[in-house]
Antibody
Framework: QVQLVQSGADVKKPGASVKVSCKAS????????MHWVRQAPGQGLEWMGR????????NYAQKFQGRITVTRDTPTSTVYMELHSLRTEDTAVYYC???????????WGQGTLVTVSS | QSALTQPASVSGSPGQSITISCTGT?????????VSWYQQHPGKAPKLMIF???NRPSGVSNRFSGSKSGNTASLTISGVQAEDEADYYC??????????FGGGTKLTVL
């Protein structure tokens, strides 16, 4: 079965960067896009970006352009999301989510809490 | 890209039907049949309930159904059950090759 296992919680200071990993298993990694979605405490879901595992094609939400980098490592079936210049309002649970090939999110990681605090 | 508009909350008694609306624009909901719905219980990851406006993934109860008219999509839960109490989010693909979510709707089963 499809499994997306994310890295553990992290605490960062304002201005730092964070890199969250998402290791996929149970399917052909290169056949499905992967997205990143975040959820601030008590708030809704927010789409951040996606990557085409077959190449290096990425799309990012305008809000994060210039601050986000999504990459993949095919041999280990792992996708990474790096967010730079962190602010306290970036405190959130970050999810990776597989695209079900119909422009939806059919499988989700367990989430990674990133806390930004001085 | 502005978030899609959903009611903050809806409620219903067990056995009743409820509908959650999701209003976007002609650049997202109105332009494509790539609207999906997600259920999220507290402290859990979201779960796909409906994709492509009205299709259910394998394993999702047929009590859940979706539809769309113009710039507004809807999720209907027939015969609401206690286990359906959760937050629900709609999502749409957009003409900017991005995705947008609704603000979320809290379903309370009375």
């Amino acid at each position: 079965q499809v499994q997306l296992v994310q890295s553990g919680a992290d605490v960062k200071k304002p201005g730092a960067s964070v890199k969250v990993s998402c290791k996929a298993s149970g399917y052909t990694f290169s056949s499905y896009y992967m997205h990143w979605v975040r959820q601030a405490p008590g708030q809704g879901l927010e789409w951040m970006g996606r990557i085409n595992p077959r190449g290096d094609g990425t799309n990012y939400a305008q809000k994060f352009q210039g601050r986000i980098t999504v990459t993949r490592d095919t041999p280990t079936s792992t996708v990474y999301m790096e967010l730079h210049s962190l602010r306290t309002e970036d405190t959130a649970v970050y999810y990776c989510a597989r695209d079900g090939n119909n422009w939806n999110f059919d499988s989700w990681g367990q989430g990674t809490l990133v806390t930004v605090s001085s | 890209q502005s978030a899609l508009t959903q009611p903050a909350s809806v409620s219903g008694s067990p056995g009743q039907s409820i509908t959650i609306s999701c209003t976007g624009t002609s650049s997202d909901v109105g332009a494509y049949n790539y609207v999906s719905w997600y259920q999220q219980h507290p402290g859990k990851a979201p779960k796909l309930m409906i994709f492509d406006v009205s299709n259910r993934p394998s394993g999702v109860s047929n009590r859940f159904s979706g539809s769309k008219s113009g710039n507004t999509a809807s999720l209907t839960i027939s015969g609401v059950q206690a286990e359906d109490e959760a937050d629900y989010y709609c999502s749409s693909y957009t003409s900017s090759v991005t995705w947008v979510f609704g603000g979320g709707t809290k379903l309370t089963v009375l």
